[in-house]
């Protein structure tokens, strides 16, 4: 557990926003002592963020992720495991609007393949968080109100991350042929899980965001893409550190 909690902290403090307040926040305390470097410092802040938020270079990092793996094939499996991303509970909503937009995305790729395998068993995952309510446990709700019967779903309330569901989905599903459906940005570190897990899925990535716009558009919705893919990166380095 604590393990976990530190990774998310080093995570959120090496993202984008806060690690440039923090270059900023360095340069002044050094501008005393060493003025140049403070300065230095100070400008690489804002810098940073200009670059993150420039759409030729939000669009090279995604595609450095979302290129690796093709789009399902139409590969038959016995299990389609969609990976938890996020909810709101809130009663006023229909459950598939609780999701987030991330998870919606998700959930529609993972069925159109039990579309494509009628016979699969379709696998949810995700812990409570902070909302409350397991994530899994929405995304059930999510997909029976979309038509698939209970019988099919296996959902998995507690794994709190890639690797609990991985190991989750290891004890159910052996050997047998499995997809695997996540961002696309987020296909890469998912597939090393679970093959660390042993287990061998065929890729089904959904959700891309490397997606074009004018080639001198700065905007928020671009360094939210960033944002994304130095959080899939540094998963990635935690992961090798791990091991």
């Given at each position: 557990m604590l393990g976990f909690w530190l990774k998310k902290g080093i995570s959120a403090l090496?993202?984008?926003?806060?690690?440039?307040?923090?270059?900023?926040a360095l340069g002044w305390l050094l501008m005393r002592r060493w003025r140049r470097l403070g300065q230095a410092l100070l400008l690489l802040g804002p810098v940073y963020l200009t670059l993150l938020s420039f759409s030729p270079v939000t669009v090279w990092l995604a595609n450095s992720l979302e290129q690796r793996y093709p789009v399902y094939q139409g590969q038959r499996v016995e299990f389609?495991?969609?990976?938890?991303?996020?909810h709101h509970s809130d009663p006023e909503r229909p459950i598939e609007q609780q999701l987030s937009a991330v998870a919606r995305g998700r959930l529609l790729e993972g069925l159109r393949l039990l579309q494509i395998n009628p016979q699969a068993t379709l696998i949810?995952?995700?812990?409570?968080?902070?909302d409350g309510r397991p994530h899994a446990e929405v995304m059930h709700e999510a997909a029976r109100?979309?038509?698939?019967?209970?019988?099919?779903i296996v959902y998995f309330p507690k794994a709190k991350d890639t690797q609990e569901e991985a190991a989750a989905t290891l004890a159910l599903v052996g050997d047998r042929p499995l997809a695997l459906v996540t961002s696309a940005t987020h296909m890469h570190r998912s597939m090393l899980s679970y093959r660390l897990a042993g287990l061998t899925p065929i890729a089904a990535p959904a959700d891309f965001i490397a997606t074009p716009t004018r080639s001198?558009?700065?905007s928020a919705q671009n360094l939210w893409t960033s944002q994304r893919v130095l959080?899939?990166?540094?998963?990635?380095?935690w992961l090798a550190i791990k091991g």
């Open positions: 090496l993202l984008p926003l806060p690690s440039a307040l923090l270059l900023m389609v495991a969609v990976l938890g991303s996020g949810v995952s995700g812990y409570s968080g902070e109100r979309f038509g698939v019967p209970a019988q099919r001198w558009y700065l959080h899939e990166y540094i998963g990635l380095l």
